[in-house]
């Protein structure tokens, strides 16, 4: 008997060795999206009033356009247009019943054009998004617009907030690293329909959400092992060392989403977001790089990574700059990504990712000074989701 058991123990290691991968995931194709309709962002007050039909709240439009003035956001991107906005009138009164309007957008292919091979590759399906929750869900009409095999293996992410890619990721990643073979596509999807509601004099918080998000998407492909072959060439953009998770006591009314009764979102996002994460992050990711002894004072400390934040807002931003004692530039990344599209959520760090990607291409002194980053994001909780990364030099020649 203990021969057998002993036996027995054998086999299931030797099997579970072997569907291990024997690298670490890394990120082999990335692509990015945006719907055609473009809103300025000082701008974006009057044509707001306008389509909600409140712009006799003079003051809190005039309010609305300081906000913007602030932001640090230039433009952002709406599948919702005005005509899509006055066919649906439940969307500035919440009293008219409603079946939810969909959000659902035709997704590109570009990650997959970025990998390199074919659709037919992909064994595993991630897709995080904060517009919905039904059953069949994105997940399954994703697979079907991309031609995925019916055996693909899906998960499907509702309502993470603005971590919702890094969550999405750190889920590919576990998958990629624990099944040999593997090739993950991570789709992340915001469409801001779901969360858009007129001002209220009461609710300050709804009107700076409405200042702030937009819509985006993110495709990441993610595997371990890379092919090396000619026929099958993978290139690592960013391998994904580790990955954490901290929830900060007391915060859980921080950031809140939940689905109303008439299949809209409501969120809340506390104004006290910014100070909690710059008395929380300090060590928060000290206690994520010091065990794999990657905080060096002799090698800049937090200024000697290169840095992947979701741009929550340039408050946000500021809190992590101040906190961590980072140099002008190191968020250069995060603040364009903002300024340029605004806060997408989920799919946020999928730009910043790629636009790091395009910076790297163009600046070999950095390439060659900051190897190890750090990918951070904030979600309900409120929740600070932390990925290391160590960035590859082989996309240099894409």
């Given at each position: 008997?203990?021969?057998?058991?002993?036996?027995?123990?054998?086999?299931?290691?030797?099997?579970?060795?072997?569907?291990?991968?024997?690298?670490?995931a890394?990120?082999?194709?990335?692509?990015?999206?945006?719907?055609?309709?473009?809103?300025?962002?000082?701008?974006?007050?009057?044509?707001?009033?306008?389509?909600?039909?409140?712009?006799?709240?003079?003051?809190?439009?005039?309010?609305?356009?300081?906000?913007?003035?602030?932001?640090?956001?230039?433009?952002?991107?709406?599948y919702?247009?005005?005509?899509?906005?006055?066919?649906?009138?439940?969307?500035?009164?919440?009293?008219?019943?409603?079946?939810?309007?969909?959000?659902?957008r035709?997704?590109?292919?570009?990650?997959?054009?970025?990998?390199?091979?074919?659709?037919?590759?992909?064994?595993?399906?991630?897709?995080?998004?904060?517009?919905?929750?039904?059953?069949?869900?994105?997940?399954?009409r994703?697979?079907?617009?991309?031609g995925?095999?019916?055996?693909?293996?899906?998960?499907?992410?509702?309502?993470?907030?603005?971590?919702?890619?890094?969550?999405?990721l750190?889920?590919?990643?576990?998958?990629?690293?624990?099944?040999?073979?593997?090739r993950?596509?991570?789709?992340?999807?915001?469409?801001?329909?779901?969360?858009?509601?007129?001002?209220?004099?009461?609710?300050?918080?709804?009107?700076?959400?409405?200042?702030?998000?937009?819509?985006?998407?993110?495709?990441?492909?993610?595997?371990?092992?890379?092919?090396?072959?000619?026929?099958?060439?993978e290139?690592?953009?960013?391998?994904?060392?580790?990955?954490?998770q901290?929830?900060?006591?007391?915060?859980?009314?921080?950031?809140?989403?939940?689905?109303?009764?008439?299949?809209?979102?409501?969120?809340?996002?506390?104004?006290?977001?910014p100070?909690?994460?710059?008395?929380?992050?300090?060590?928060?990711?000290?206690?994520?790089?010091?065990?794999?002894?990657?905080?060096?004072a002799?090698?800049?400390?937090?200024?000697?990574?290169?840095?992947?934040?979701?741009?929550?807002?340039?408050?946000?931003?500021?809190?992590?700059?101040?906190?961590?004692?980072?140099?002008?530039?190191?968020?250069?990344?995060?603040?364009?990504?903002?300024?340029?599209?605004?806060?997408?959520?989920?799919?946020?760090?999928?730009?910043?990712?790629?636009?790091?990607?395009?910076?790297?291409?163009?600046?070999?002194?950095?390439?060659?000074?900051?190897?190890?980053?750090?990918?951070?994001?904030?979600?309900?909780?409120?929740?600070?989701?932390?990925?290391?990364?160590?960035?590859?030099?082989?996309?240099?020649?894409?």
């Amino acid at each position: 008997m203990a021969r057998s058991s002993a036996h027995s123990a054998s086999v299931l290691h030797d099997i579970h060795q072997r569907q291990r991968a024997d690298g670490p995931a890394a990120m082999l194709g990335i692509g990015t999206a945006n719907p055609t309709n473009c809103v300025l962002q000082d701008q974006f007050a009057d044509w707001f009033f306008r389509v909600t039909k409140s712009e006799h709240l003079a003051e809190l439009k005039a309010k609305t356009k300081k906000i913007c003035d602030k932001s640090g956001i230039t433009k952002r991107y709406f599948y919702h247009t005005e005509e899509i906005i006055s066919g649906h009138p439940e969307l500035i009164d919440g009293a008219l019943p409603t079946l939810r309007p969909s959000s659902q957008r035709r997704q590109q292919q570009r990650a997959i054009a970025d990998w390199g091979r074919p659709a037919a590759g992909i064994t595993h399906l991630v897709v995080a998004t904060n517009s919905g929750a039904s059953e069949p869900g994105a997940d399954l009409r994703l697979a079907g617009l991309l031609g995925l095999r019916p055996t693909v293996r899906r998960t499907l992410l509702y309502l993470h907030g603005c971590s919702a890619g890094l969550v999405a990721l750190r889920v590919a990643k576990d998958i990629a690293e624990n099944n040999r073979g593997a090739r993950v596509l991570v789709a992340c999807a915001q469409a801001e329909l779901l969360l858009f509601c007129p001002p209220d004099e009461s609710r300050l918080d709804v009107v700076i959400a409405m200042t702030l998000f937009s819509d985006g998407a993110g495709a990441v492909i993610v595997g371990a092992d890379p092919a090396s072959s000619p026929m099958a060439m993978e290139r690592p953009i960013f391998h994904m060392v580790s990955a954490s998770q901290t929830t900060l006591p007391g915060t859980d009314q921080a950031v809140v989403m939940n689905l109303r009764e008439n299949g809209l979102l409501d969120s809340h996002l506390s104004v006290e977001v910014p100070t909690l994460v710059q008395g929380s992050i300090n060590k928060c990711l000290a206690d994520t790089l010091a065990p794999l002894g990657l905080l060096n004072a002799s090698d800049g400390g937090w200024n000697g990574l290169f840095w992947a934040l979701h741009p929550g807002g340039h408050a946000i931003l500021d809190s992590y700059e101040a906190a961590l004692g980072l140099e002008p530039g190191k968020l250069a990344a995060s603040r364009h990504v903002l300024s340029e599209y605004g806060n997408m959520m989920g799919a946020t760090i999928i730009f910043v990712l790629d636009e790091i990607r395009r910076r790297r291409r163009r600046c070999h002194d950095d390439r060659k000074d900051c190897q190890w980053g750090v990918m951070s994001g904030l979600g309900p909780g409120l929740t600070i989701e932390t990925i290391v990364l160590h960035v590859t030099d082989s996309q240099d020649e894409n």
